[in-house]
């Protein structure tokens, strides 16, 4: 028989064999369960839809105790039963919030499984570049939320670039299509610091530059008259590196 829940009846309901819910009695969907370690958690139980072929779903609320008391959760119980009439499904929300990561977040998920292949001297030159250039400009944005409007094509060329040759970053910005040998897959740099410097052009490197337009009348693959916010951010986020 269902009561209503309060501090002292959730206090009496002792761990069984299995889980178990004990159902509030005054509000319909709210209870709490009641984990075979002990652990009690404050749930709500809705509809979607409308009928008895609707789905059903359960929403965790969270754990009874401090700071989160029986009134608490009753009330959060409410506006969760108030979302879901309207036709929101607070669970499904909910999921969706894990899976929305920041573009910081993303690039430690990188880091962790995507680089079981390299050399631990290229991924140390990779992590460097995220650090200083991608987490600086974007790492705080949830990945969702990243548009192109947030990125210049020309940043994001550099720091491809970056990546697949080990230039300098200055030595990539001050590139000129002059110094693209396309037959023979090579960049021939003319003012390098170290005097010339012939870098040989990987097959992503080769596409990046074949993606990059030619803007009329600069001799620049990056000239300076393209230059927006997120320029000069990758600009000030890699002097360490030039």
Request: hydrophobic share 30%; with cysteine; glycine share 8%.
């Amino acid at each position: 028989m269902p009561n209503k829940l309060t501090k002292s009846v959730v206090d009496r309901a002792h761990p069984a064999d299995r889980d178990y819910f004990r159902w509030d009695s005054d509000l319909k969907g709210f209870g709490i369960k009641i984990s075979n370690s002990g652990r009690k958690t404050y749930v709500c139980k809705y509809r979607i839809g409308s009928g008895r072929s609707a789905p059903t779903r359960r929403y965790a609320i969270g754990a009874h105790g401090s700071p989160r008391t029986v009134d608490q959760a009753r009330a959060e119980a409410r506006r969760i039963l108030g979302r879901a009439a309207n036709g929101v499904d607070p669970a499904q929300e909910k999921q969706n919030e894990k899976r929305h990561i920041t573009v910081t977040q993303l690039c430690d998920l990188y880091f962790v499984h995507g680089t079981g292949t390299k050399k631990p001297s290229t991924e140390a030159t990779d992590r460097g570049r995220v650090e200083r250039h991608i987490k600086l400009l974007l790492g705080k944005k949830n990945v969702r939320d990243v548009t192109r409007a947030d990125i210049n094509p020309r940043a994001i060329a550099i720091l491809k670039l970056l990546m697949f040759t080990g230039m300098r970053k200055r030595e990539i910005e001050t590139l000129r299509w002059s110094e693209v040998d396309s037959d023979r897959g090579y960049l021939r740099r003319e003012d390098s610091k170290t005097g010339q410097k012939s870098v040989p052009l990987s097959a992503p490197a080769r596409q990046v530059i074949s993606e990059i337009p030619a803007l009329e009348g600069s001799t620049f693959m990056f000239p300076l008259s393209e230059t927006t916010d997120s320029m000069k951010a990758l600009r000030r986020s890699g002097r360490k590196s030039e």
